[in-house]
């Protein structure tokens, strides 16, 4: 070889044997193929999401919830507003889980007088279950009495969850509930969404004063009392789906756009920004194409918690009588209704409970899962 690394055919010609080796040009050297398939990032972050088995099942038991919102209201032939009111506060009657002695349909009936009992009128043949607890008052034999509610009552078929106050089936209204509550929830949060990150990457973007007076803004705003706002709404709109979603978008916007202009503060000045700079692409572009992109986890992370958050707090305001109004129930809604009748009737209360205690569990271990699964400093653990 020359000094100068250009190939020599007289150096080529003097080296010994034995440093040379004959291959033919169908044989040219190759690299060595990779033993395992790329990971990508996503493919990563759904990786370690699956090893996280109680994000995996607060998965299913939310895609559950949502099928059963979708479809569980007809499931039976009863409306949501159908009122029967002689079939008023029956017991939970499940089918399925009777020979189990679970949601029979029975209730204990107190203080009945013993003489009564006999009388096929009051107590059609059937409906007596035991006779319990009998004593004397002022020379009057009585007892406690375990009926099943449904032959003394007349019901022909059975309420899965029962019925409130008003005959309604609470299969149905719980169900639909549920729906009305997540369509609340999912929409406030996509706007919550949208507008926190047009707003957030704006201030994160530009900095300087255009990022004071914006943040400035939303400390103005997240000032205002939200049950105040929420007051403002009602008395001007009235009662209703755009009050409550509005309600709940006032300020929960706030929290996503200061996640976004801390992302951006982080990923502006990277060396794949200020190449695409250098090459004149739009503002718009880098903003929305190339730094959002690489703040996907926190946002997803956020997204998913703020959902629960608005849930509850739609719950909260129906509870004290600023959410939507009858006949269309929430779980708020009818947890409101229900606390009135608590120490009567308690599996009112428990049913949408029970939901509203599922969501939330379940939306926070699911949150948990992706912002562990969208840390960059956790890939290829």
Known sequence: MSSNDVFDEKAMSDMPSEFLERIQISERPKDAELQAPAVGYFRDALVRFVSNKASVVAFFIICFIIFMAILGPGMNSFGFNEQNVSLRNMPPKIPLLTKFGIAQGYRVLEGRQVSFLTDTDRYPEG??????????????????????????????????FGTDYLGRDYWTRLWRGVRVSLVIAFVSVV?????????????????????????????????????????????????????????????????????????????????????????????????????????????????????????FTESFLAYIGLGLQAPEPTLGVLLSDAQKVLLNYPYQSLFPGLVISALMVSFNLFANGLRDAFDPTLRGT
């Open 127 to 160: 409906s007596i279950i035991t006779v319990f607890n009998r004593r004397a008052v002022n020379g009057v034999e009585i007892a406690d009495v375990k009926v099943d509610y449904y032959k003394l009552m007349g019901a022909e078929k059975p309420y899965w």
């Open 191 to 311: 706007t919550n969404l949208i507008i926190g990150i047009i707003y957030g990457a704006i201030a994160g973007y530009y900095g300087g004063a255009v990022d004071m007076v914006m943040m400035r803004i939303c400390e103005i705003i997240q000032a205002f009392p939200r049950v105040a706002g929420v007051t403002l709404f009602i008395l001007y709109f009235g009662t209703g789906l755009f009050s409550i979603i509005m309600s709940l978008v006032i300020s929960g916007w706030i929290g996503t756009a200061r996640l976004v202009r801390a992302q951006f503060y982080r990923f502006k000045t990277r060396e794949f920004v200020l190449a695409a700079r250098t090459m004149g692409v739009r503002d718009s572009v880098i903003m929305f194409r190339h730094i959002l992109p690489n703040s996907l986890g926190p946002i997803i992370t956020r997204t998913m918690m703020a959902v629960p958050s608005a849930i």
